[in-house]
Each structure stands twice: as C-alpha cells, then as structure tokens.
C-alpha cells in the first residue's frame, strides 16, 4: 500500500524513488496529474482557506453595535423594503455612540403628535428660565399631551404660549435637535400651528436624545417616567420592544395630506440605551393599521427577546 500510495503522488519518477521491491509498473493506477497540478491545486486549496477565515461571521450594517444587533438591522431593512409607503428609522445606541440610518431618515414627514413632546420640553425650559410661569392646570395639560397625546390639551398650551407671533414653540424647536422641522402654512388660521408641521427621523432622534442628555435631571426624569406610563392607546411603535426592554415613546398618527403617517419616538434598554424613531408615510397605500403593524415590527425586530427581565 505504500508503494501505491508514493506512485498516486509522483508517478514513474517517485515509484524510482521510492523503490520498485518488485511491483510491476503496470500494476500501479495511471497518473494524470503533474507536479504543477499538484502546486495549482495547493495554492487553491491555500487562497481558498484564506478566503474563507477572511470572511466576516457579522456582515451586516453598523460596524460598532454587537453582532446580534446588526443582524437585527439587516432584518429590519429588509422588513421595511416590503411595507407600504416609505419608512424612515434611526437607531441610536447612547453607550457606543454608534447610530443607524436608513435611506429615509432625512425625508420630511407629517409630525403628528411627536412634536408634543418638543412642546413639553420648551414649556418646561420657558418655565424654568422664568421667561412663562406654568400653572397647575398648564402642568396637567402637558401631562396628558404626553400620556394620551390629548390635542385639546396640546391646543391650550399652543394658543396660550406661542407669543404674539405665534413663533415662540418654532424658533426654540431647531435647538432641541429639530433643525429640518417645518411648519406648515396653509392648513390653519393660527400660524404656525402644532398640528401641521412636518419634520424627519433625524429630527426626532435629536429630539429623544436631547430630552435624555441635556435637559436638567428633574425634567428629564419627569419625561421619561411619563413616556414609560403612556395610555393604552400609545402603547405601540417603540413599545413594541416588549416590557423586558422597559420602553417609552410618544406616538403620532394621522391622516394627512398625502395619505396617513404613523410616528413613534423613543428609548428602550437599561437606563434607556438605545433611542428609535421611525416615521411611516403610507402614501396612499395603507392606513392605521398597516403603518402602526411597520412600527411594531421594526421595534420588534431590533429589540423583542434582546433583553431579560
């Protein structure tokens, strides 16, 4: 067997070397490959090793988050390419720094009620600043502008405090991270009004991160206890990623024109890590239900099952 196996490798030349000990020739199984087969196939086998260990085991997008993570946004693109209309998100991790945008993420979209919360953090910051004095009845309205994104409440406050240009809400929102919001002319006797203005997911991700990172403690703190204890109808979108990931968001929604849009702004994860925005403009190709599935299923995806608890 030894002497068949030396021959396999190296023909005539190799059965010399290796010693004939009585073996006739034509007894050995014909050759074919040449020494140089013999190197090309090596070299093969050696680049296609190397090509192998080369290859990335996380190939998705977003180089900073964790493995599971990008695999979660890969899902999730894919996801919101077979919805309809157009769906921007932006995800956020706090810790790293690192941040996920979509090829919507700058697209201008119908706020709806999101810009309650810009609202809560300029009445509070006015407040503050001595520049308004809040009442109890204006610190109940804003209670239930974020808990049941009351618009009667929302009208009260807009009508009371945006100044006798009605800009005083507008020209503070760019600095809370909203700097492509536009309001709306048109659509109201009273402008700027809150309930026509457009903006995008970049905008509400400066908005979330400003109230979590630059707001003093006591208001930041308000917000999230307020945002985390939303009324049963704005439980969807963000908080979607399940009671373990304890989020909080406020929602928007409504029929606009150009179709209904479907809004969610908020955090997830211990001590709220990781902020989401999406926007969901259907375009004419959905409604309430199709754009509020979007957003439950873009939370899902990058968040259900990520934490315990």
Known sequence: MALRGCALLLAALVVAACGDAGVPESALPPVTASVQDLKNSTTSSTTTATTTSATPTCPAPGTDFDCDLRQRIQKAQAYVATRPGATGIVLRDRQTGQVWRNDKAGDLVWTAS?????????????????????????????????????????????????????????????????????????????????????????????????????????????????????????????????????????DGWSLEQGGWVMNTVGFVGPDARYTLAVMNSLQGQGGYDEGQATDNQVAKILFDGRFTG
């Not at 994104?149 to 006798?164: E, I, N, P, R």
């Not at 009273?190 to 991160?209: A, E, S, V």
């Open 114 to 250: 999101t810009i309650k919360l810009a609202m809560t953090v300029n009445l509070f910051l006015r407040d503050r600043a001595g520049q308004i004095k809040l009442t109890a009845d204006d610190r109940e309205l804003i209670r239930r502008m974020l808990n049941s994104s009351d618009d009667k409440a929302a009208d009260s406050l807009w009508f009371k405090y945006a100044g006798a240009d009605h800009m005083a809400f507008n020209n503070a929102f760019p600095s809370y991270g909203m700097t492509s919001l536009q309001p709306q002319k048109g659509f109201s006797n009273f402008y700027p009004y809150w309930g026509f203005q457009k903006c995008t997911p970049d905008d509400l991700d400066g908005l979330i991160n400003y109230v979590l990172t630059k707001l003093p403690a006591d208001l930041r703190d308000y917000i999230v206890g307020q945002l985390r204890a939303v009324a049963p109808d704005q439980q969807w979108g963000v908080w979607a990623a399940g009671p373990a990931a304890q989020p909080g968001n406020k």
